[in-house]
């Protein structure tokens, strides 16, 4: 499509986005609850409402808003922004930035807001809409955020489009952080400094001591002082959610970060049951349980990673058993319980050994079909736990000689 076209079809779609919005963010968890635990931390950071009623209306009433801390909940949904964005892809690779540079000139321009006779849909300011509030998350999706934060930085006056713009990114970093890297959430305050320092200038007409000569704001013009009010209180709003979700970021990070030692104990794990001639599924088992714990993104894929490491503790005593109880010429039930005690009957775990594997075995299963999912900190922990007790459990099989019968 030839570029002068597509401009011109982009600003239509930017005025009826003016008029009639239609941004907005919808929850898309399969599990509603797993939404509201993820929320109660954040929340109560900032409120002291209960978690249980917390929705996104309510949500959006706290300033500064708390930052989800499973993003991927909540999705941006706008058909102005769809047909924007199939307009975009039309536009020749060569010529994109020129049209994002083009369509970006609305950002200085007073004429982007639309008075509303009713209550005004979020976000709105006044109850005015605007259209920047789909131009900033068109952007943010395309990879033009420098593009807009650069046109931010050169901005002379205070308008409230750009007050209802930054609402939305208020919205956008609570709901979908991850839209932006750890660098980019570091940034965005020092990339907002000037357009508050401008906001400001329109907050005061005189400053200077109290009782003391008072020295007059040249660039001040009467009018713009709640615009400005506004603009500040967003930004200053905006740095606490990107402080909040960089700590989410280096959190999530860290948590993950593999501890050598427990690396170590897993590979000789390995090791021990290759030697002691354990089925190869049960290292396959332990693998997908690390990878699926690597990998995770929510509570939902955090409990596969327990599910699979309650198999693999459970058949570490059952398959231990059958071997154990076939050479001695017993007969033992082939369940965990059974398997356990007959372990500790055997004398190749003791009473108190007993106790404590029965209880992360319990843990284990409790978390591994809780509704609420598992918290990261309980997958690493018995994680941990599982390939230290593998450690323990298969050297006392390897000093004692058992070795594994093939079915």
């Not at 924007?84 to 321009?109: A, C, G, P, Y």
């Not at 605007?130 to 955020?145: D, H, I, K």
């Not at 208020?170 to 991850?178: G, H, S």
Request: aromatic fraction near 8%; charge should be negative; hydrophobic fraction near 35%.
């Amino acid at each position: 499509m030839e570029l002068a076209e597509a401009t011109r079809q982009a600003l239509l779609i930017l005025e009826e986005e003016q008029i009639s919005p239609t941004v907005d963010y919808e929850l898309v968890s399969p599990d509603w609850r797993i939404h509201m635990q993820s929320l109660t931390d954040a929340v109560r950071s900032y409120t002291t409402a209960r978690a249980d009623v917390i929705n996104i209306y309510t949500m959006r009433q706290q300033r500064p808003r708390p930052v989800t801390q499973t993003p991927h909940l909540y999705v941006f949904k706008s058909s102005n922004y769809d047909l924007l964005r199939t307009l975009f892809e039309h536009v020749h690779t060569d010529e994109r930035s020129q049209f994002v540079d083009t369509i970006l000139k609305l950002v200085k321009s007073r004429t982007t807001t639309h008075k509303e006779i009713r209550a005004a849909r979020f976000p709105h300011f006044e109850n005015y809409t605007s259209c920047l509030p789909m131009l900033a998350e068109f952007c943010f999706r395309t990879g033009n955020s420098a593009a807009l934060f650069e046109t931010l930085q050169d901005v002379k006056l205070p308008t409230r489009g750009i007050a209802i713009m930054l609402k939305q990114l208020e919205e956008t970093i609570a709901l979908n952080y991850d839209l932006f890297t750890e660098i980019d959430l570091d940034e965005i305050p020092r990339l907002l400094e000037n357009l508050r320092a401008v906001a400001e200038l329109q907050t005061y007409k005189t400053r200077g001591p109290r009782g003391g000569k008072q020295v007059p704001n040249l660039q001040y013009r009467a009018g713009f002082e709640r615009i400005g009010r506004e603009i500040i209180y967003a930004i200053d709003n905006i740095a606490q959610e990107c402080r909040r979700a960089v700590f989410y970021y280096i959190r999530d990070g860290l948590q993950k970060r593999p501890n050598l030692e427990v690396e170590s104990d897993k590979k000789t794990v390995e090791n021990y049951m290759t030697k002691l001639g354990f089925d190869a599924q049960m290292v396959d088992s332990l693998n997908e349980a690390e990878n699926e714990y690597r990998s995770a993104t929510n509570q939902f894929e955090l409990k596969n990673t327990l599910g699979h490491l309650r198999s693999f503790l459970e058949h570490l005593h059952r398959e231990s058993v059958k071997s154990i109880a076939d050479a001695a010429g017993d007969t033992v039930e082939d369940r965990w319980g059974k398997a356990t005690i007959y372990l500790r009957t055997q004398g190749l775990i003791t009473q108190q050994h007993e106790s404590f594997v029965t209880s992360l075995y319990t843990l284990l299963s409790d978390e591994s079909v809780h509704p609420l999912g598992a918290a990261p900190e309980y997958a690493r922990l018995l994680r941990n736990v599982v390939i230290e007790y593998g450690v323990m459990f298969l050297s006392v099989l390897d000093k004692r000689g058992v070795t594994i019968a093939k079915s």
